[in-house]
């Protein structure tokens, strides 16, 4: 299945695009995704990753739904599922 990828901030230079197409398999996880992205950039899943947990710099939503209110990094996604991956804006 494919899902559209739009990559913010660091994560876009290291992957050397913002918008991406990302082919993966079918009942693949948010965490799946994360762990093929690492194919275009190895750093980029060491970033994003802390063992099981997501980074708590980061945020991920999945069409438009913070995966946190979600299963974390066990949602599953879909075919045409749109994933945004950004770092956490803080206001000081």
Known sequence: ???R???????HELA???????QVPDESTVKDLIIRL?????EIPKILL??????ENYVVIVNGRDIYW???L????????EVLIAPKAFIS
């Open 1 to 3: 299945m494919r899902v």
């Open 5 to 11: 990828v739009i990559l913010s901030a660091n994560l």
């Open 16 to 22: 050397n695009a913002i918008n991406i197409t990302v």
């Open 38 to 42: 690492g194919e275009l950039n190895p």
């Open 50 to 55: 802390r063992g099981n947990e997501l980074n």
């Open 70 to 72: 979600l299963k974390g």
């Open 74 to 81: 066990l949602t599953n996604l879909s075919d045409g599922d």
